[in-house]
């Protein structure tokens, strides 16, 4: 009876070791899927992905008992967490703005987004390079599309302005006699939230007709995935349109609107960084089910339906 008995206490014990530690797996996961989507752009996901593999090699050194190879794992991990609370600041304390709040549900949901740009704002936008291509006056406008941009992207942040979107302040802004033309102007919707925003310049070998605006554009939008720049050339007059990197010249004003509006009519839902809770749960139950099957060797749905 005793003999029993200890085997019964020592399986129970074994069985809350695992369970605690499932539990502690649990716990990880949760607060990793916060995190995540709190984030606000893809680039910065793959920041916190490496940061999660140093932290698995750190354990499974430990586990192995690697006692050189974990020291060192972990010391990179502490300079790295370090270095990422400098990096996502802005991330860090919306996430413990909420925590604070009470508002544990919204750190499950994804940031939501401003609605698409309006035409009339296009209009005016087209309307300005139209004006500044015929007058062969430079020009340099940045154009917010999925979400905001981190004036960290930018080499100077500019001066604020937070004004309505026209033409004619467009075409002031860049005239050779103001002090803000030299730089760009930064458009989030219907706003102009900066003028003269220096942009850091493309390290691509670009051709010798191409001037410091345009290896600005395709710095920015080679850096920052969530813009457009459209630069009009101070000694041609050509209208150009950066997007990742690329050029796309020269452009009419028509074929610009065009290209505008194609772009922002698309349908301005981000790709989040996690899935959402059911559809996450989806994706892990069919995957169990599918491995379930499998291993016992059992016929799927598909296969049922066709017998």
């Given at each position: 009876m005793g003999y029993f008995w200890r085997q019964w206490l020592t399986s129970l014990g074994e069985t809350q070791f695992w369970l605690l530690h499932l539990v502690d797996f649990g716990l990880v996961l949760i607060f990793t899927y916060a995190v995540l989507m709190v984030i606000g752009e893809r680039r910065t996901l793959w920041m916190v992905r490496g940061f999660i593999t140093l932290m698995l090699a750190t354990a499974i050194s430990s586990w192995l008992r690697l006692e050189l190879l974990s020291f060192v794992l972990n010391k990179l991990v502490i300079g790295s967490a370090v270095a990422m609370a400098v990096i996502l600041q802005s991330?860090?304390?919306?996430?413990?703005?909420?925590?604070?709040k009470g508002e544990f549900i919204q750190l499950f949901q994804p940031a939501t987004l401003p609605a698409p740009k309006p035409d009339s704002v296009i209009?005016?936008?087209?309307?300005?390079?139209k004006e500044l291509s015929q007058n062969r006056t430079g020009a340099l406008l940045i154009l917010e599309t999925t979400g905001p941009i981190?004036?960290?992207?930018?080499?100077?942040?500019?001066v604020k302005l937070n004004a309505e979107v026209s033409k004619e302040l467009l075409q002031t802004i860049f005239q050779t006699t103001t002090l803000l033309h030299d730089g760009a102007v930064w458009i989030r919707m219907s706003r102009i939230i900066a003028a003269g925003v220096i942009l850091p310049l493309s390290e691509r070998t670009a051709s010798r007709q191409l001037g410091t605006r345009h290896r600005a554009a395709m710095g920015i939008t080679d850096r920052v995935e969530n813009c457009l720049c459209v630069v009009v050339s101070e000694e041609t007059g050509s209208i150009s349109?950066?997007?990742?990197?690329?050029?796309?010249?020269?452009?009419?004003?028509?074929?610009?609107?065009?290209?505008?509006?194609?772009k922002f009519s698309q349908t301005q839902t981000r790709d989040p960084v996690a899935p959402d809770l059911r559809s996450?749960?989806?994706?892990?139950?069919?995957?169990a089910s599918a491995l379930v099957s499998r291993v016992l060797r059992l016929p799927d749905r598909a296969s049922q339906k066709k017998k």
């Open positions: 991330e860090f304390r919306r996430f413990l703005e909420q925590l604070g209009d005016e936008i087209v309307d300005a390079v981190d004036e960290r992207d930018f080499s100077v942040p500019g349109l950066a997007e990742r990197g690329s050029l796309n010249r020269p452009l009419t004003s028509s074929k610009l609107k065009e290209l505008l509006e194609a996450l749960g989806r994706q892990i139950s069919s995957q």
